[in-house]
């Protein structure tokens, strides 16, 4: 298939310090994708570089036909203010922004696919709860509700599975492999490699920089894993944006 994405050279970070490295490669329309790596590898600024939130500090993200709008992203729970006084109801809405518009009125055809959105993730009768009351499971839970309302061609996940149980897990799960089977191009930043393993066909292993990507089988090596943790813990924070080492392998 035609790339849907593409990373020439990009370099992301903040206050002009790397925190992703000349990555360069492609995401297949229709692919489903897992981003891993260790903690700090850089995994969540890729994908707030990818969604538009952060600005490369080189190189290039191309999206073949994509606008902003047909991007939905999935943050981590730990980015949610849930002190923020709005109601299950109205945060999923939310995800209807795109085309209601940000003072967009929600109607009767609105109302009825947001109570699907949340039928459809197990949340039915929380409408009026405040997302402060909810659990991890269900923040989750609300969060890939309003993911299906945007009905986006490119879905970006950040860490979707962390801290919840495995009921809520599976189902998830099978949102996931639903959006895959309908041709949407999904990317999950992951931790879990037996979920991995077990469901995502394509890997990209981050280390600040790229240590390999492409079949999942392939990525996931012991000595790949090594050299992950490796170039993370010889990164070096304090470099300038551009530099590489004479080492093509510690990508400063």
Request: hydrophobic fraction near 45%; charge should be negative.
């Amino acid at each position: 298939m035609a790339p849907q994405l593409q990373f020439h050279d990009v370099t992301l970070g903040y206050d002009r310090h790397p925190a992703v490295h000349h990555l360069s490669g492609e995401v297949a329309s229709g692919a489903l994708l897992a981003v891993i790596g260790p903690n700090g590898a850089g995994k969540s600024t890729l994908f707030r570089g990818l969604v538009g939130i952060l600005k490369p500090l080189s190189g290039t993200i191309l999206t073949d036909g994509i606008n902003p709008k047909d991007i939905a992203y999935l943050p981590q729970t730990a980015d949610i203010d849930r002190s923020f006084p709005i109601a299950v109801f109205d945060f999923v809405g939310t995800g209807l922004w795109r085309r209601t518009g940000f003072f967009g009125g929600i109607g009767k055809g609105a109302r009825e696919k947001i109570a699907q959105a949340l039928g459809a993730v197990g949340l039915s009768g929380f409408e009026n709860r405040g997302i402060g009351t909810l659990s991890g499971g269900q923040m989750q839970r609300m969060l890939f509700a309003r993911v299906l309302l945007q009905d986006a061609r490119l879905i970006v996940l950040d860490e979707p599975f962390n801290a919840i149980d495995a009921k809520t897990s599976a189902d998830l799960l099978a949102l996931v492999r639903q959006w895959h089977a309908e041709g949407r191009t999904v990317l999950a930043a992951l931790h879990d490699m037996d979920l991995v393993r077990a469901h995502f066909p394509e890997t990209l292993l981050l280390a600040r920089g790229e240590v390999a990507w492409g079949a999942t089988a392939d990525v996931l090596t012991a000595e790949n894993l090594a050299e992950a943790r490796r170039m993370c813990e010889a990164f070096d924070d304090s470099a300038a944006t551009c530099v590489v080492h004479d080492d093509a392998s510690e990508a400063a």
